[in-house]
């Protein structure tokens, strides 16, 4: 199976617990992105990546028009249910991958996406698109998990993903994320820095993790030296805090 296939295939089968998910249904970068869009009267955004619609939600109340895009139907599906019901009727769904998007040039005053960009096979291609499809004067708002400065801490919560999740493929650091976005001809600066605290029954739980998979991730957890379990704040359950970042970009 291919990544883009591996992509869709986990995330099809899992899109009602995202929606319902209070990891991803709330946040105070929801905030930050209803705020930032309602700068710019009359906005067209683009929600990549966007999952069980979050992100779409809370901006679509500021915008004239929000196209989320999924590579995964089903969640698109969801999308297209909760939206109906939230009386949100400037939102439209399409279905493609990041790396090859089926919009204009220029067509797009807000480009946005939380917690997406960790499964996308390609970044700078995506991000070479999001350029391509982003009004001059446009601007970008990224939200995803971050990988870690430290090799030893890094290489663990990496680890912890890929189980958990077979269609991982990177946290990227803050550092990353600055040099991704200059090289497709960005200006970027990270705007915000937080804790998010994982009740890992239901972190594995929403990915229908193999329990043989949740078993590597205790272990993993267990066998860790003092300095990761502190960092992550590894509670006896298997809870955890995970890092995210927010890149603005223009």
């Given amino acids: 199976m291919k990544h883009h296939d591996q992509v869709a295939d986990a995330f ?5 617990a995202y929606l319902t998910s209070p990891t991803h249904a709330s946040g105070a970068d929801l905030r930050t992105l209803a705020e930032s869009i309602a700068t710019t009267p009359d906005a067209r955004v683009l929600d990549m990546g966007c999952g069980a619609g979050h ?31 939230r009386g949100l009727a400037n939102i439209r769904t399409q279905q493609g991958a ?30 070479a698109e ?75 739980a929403r990915m229908r993790t193999p329990a043989v998979r949740v078993d590597a991730i205790r272990s993993l957890w267990a066998g860790s030296p003092d300095e990761v379990r502190q960092y992550f704040d590894v509670q006896q359950d298997g809870s955890f805090k995970l890092d995210a970042l927010m890149v603005e970009a223009s």
């Fill in 12 to 16: 099809g089968s899992t899109a009602a």
């Fill in 130 to 204: 999001v350029r391509r499809v982003l009004k001059p004067g446009g601007k970008v708002l990224f939200i995803d998990i971050a990988g870690i400065d430290h090799p030893l801490l890094d290489t663990h919560i990496q680890a912890i993903e890929i189980l958990r999740d077979g269609s991982h493929i990177r946290d990227y650091r803050a550092d990353e994320w600055l040099t991704l976005f200059e090289a497709a001809g960005f200006q970027a600066s990270i705007r915000e820095r937080w804790r998010i605290d994982i009740e890992f029954a239901s972190w594995v």
């Fill in 55 to 85: 992100a779409s939600f809370a901006v679509a109340p500021h915008a004239r028009e929000v196209v989320a895009y999924d590579i995964a139907a089903p969640m698109l599906a969801t999308v297209d249910g909760a939206a109906r019901e």
């Fill in 98 to 127: 990041a790396e090859t998007l089926p919009f204009d040039d220029a067509s797009f005053d807000w480009v946005i996406s939380r917690m997406s960009a960790h499964h996308w096979h390609d970044v700078p291609l995506a991000l």
